[in-house]
Nanobody, 122 residues
Framework: QVQLVESGGGLVQAGGSLRLSCAVS???????KAWFRQAPGKEREFVAA????????YYADSVKGRFTISRDNAKDMVYLQMNSLKPEDTAVYYC????????????????WGQGTQVTVSS
């Protein structure tokens, strides 16, 4: 019933910017929405989340000040603006949603997109 489709990934040089988009369909209006990423040889990690109520946002320390999560309710879209990109940001980025509001609990994210590859060259 819920589908998420990411787009906007690609190849970018270090220091550059990229904006990822997540088109959300289904009954997710009250869900927490978030971005995760998985780099080669590493575990999947939390990147950013936004609450449906009030739009409060949370970020991993590694991206704070560089990435911005936002939403456009009219378009059913979630975005991740990525600035000052570093080679260590190279990963597959996933959009996900959960209903608990506990954004930090990865296992509670019920629905996931297919992922979009972001590659940052040095």
């Amino acid at each position: 019933q819920v589908q998420l489709v990411e787009s906007g990934g690609g190849l970018v040089q270090a220091g550059g910017s990229l904006r990822l988009s997540c088109a959300v369909s289904g009954r997710t209006s009250t869900y927490t929405k978030a971005w995760f990423r998985q780099a080669p040889g590493k575990e999947r990690e939390f990147v950013a989340a936004i609450f449906w109520s009030g739009g409060s946002t949370y970020y991993a320390d590694s991206v704070k000040g560089r990435f911005t999560i936002s939403r456009d309710n009219a378009k059913d879209m979630v975005y991740l603006q990525m600035n000052s990109l570093k080679p260590e940001d190279t990963a597959v980025y996933y959009c996900a949603v959960q209903a608990s509001g506990r954004y930090y609990l990865q296992h509670e994210y019920r629905y996931w997109g297919q992922g979009t590859q972001v590659t940052v060259s040095s």
